[in-house]
Each structure stands twice: as C-alpha cells, then as structure tokens.
C-alpha cells in the first residue's frame, strides 16, 4: 500500500513563493511517475506538473515558467516549487502516483495515477 502525504501549502502574497512537498511512503518510489494536480472550488482537477523516472517534467500551459517539480528518491519525496503566485493559482493541491512507470514516461491525465494525497491548501491573496 502506498501513502501519499502532501505538506507545504500556505496563504501566500500574490508574487510570492511555495514550497509543497510530497512524502510518499512505499517500496516503488524510484519506480514511480508522479504528478501534482489542483482542484479550486467548482472546479475539476486540474493537471499542474509531472516528472518521471528519468526526470523528464511536464507542466500545465499556465505553470509553465513559474513551477518547478523535482524528486528526491533517497527521500522518497517528490516537490513543487511555486514561483511568481497569483490568485488564480489559489487551490487544493494533489500530489499523485503512478507504480511501476516507464522510464521516461510522464502521466498529465487523473486516470493515469493510482494513489493520491489528500491535498494541501495554497490560497494566494492579491
């Protein structure tokens, strides 16, 4: 069984910065994708960035420039930095995990992930 455990969220100056983490507990971390997603109220889940084994990144159209995702495998953690907020950015954020991924896959789609945290809340005031 794997957990997913995300920490960091903030209320943050519009122009500010973040920091999420995701501790994720499990033997297949290294073997894992992962993702983060976001979910603002009335909204869908919304893809925000990923990175694969072999640390290839995606990123959503409107993170792209601002967020940066990375990994840590002997931490077994995986990051979100958040440059440059604005408010639109406010939001439940998910980090999610993909076992046993191709090498250089990366996953941008809520179906393609088999575990997910329970979120962290960002909240960027203007």
């Known amino acids: 069984q794997v957990q997913l455990a995300e920490s960091g969220g903030a209320l943050v100056q519009a122009g500010g910065s973040l920091r999420l983490s995701c501790a994720v507990s499990g033997p297949t971390f290294s073997g894992d994708a992962m993702g983060w997603f976001r979910q603002a109220p009335g909204k869908e889940r919304e893809f925000v960035a990923a990175i694969s084994r072999s640390e290839g990144r995606a990123y959503g159209d409107s993170m792209k420039g601002r967020f940066t995702i990375s990994r840590d495998n002997a931490r077994n953690t995986v990051y979100l930095q958040m440059d440059s907020l604005k408010p639109e950015d406010t939001a439940v954020y998910y980090c999610?995990?993909?076992?046993?991924?191709?090498?250089?896959?990366?996953?941008?789609?809520?179906?393609?992930?088999?575990?997910w945290g329970q979120g962290t809340q960002v909240t960027v005031s203007s």
């Open positions: 999610a995990a993909r076992q046993l991924a191709p090498f250089t896959t990366t996953y941008t789609r809520t179906n393609e992930y088999d575990y």
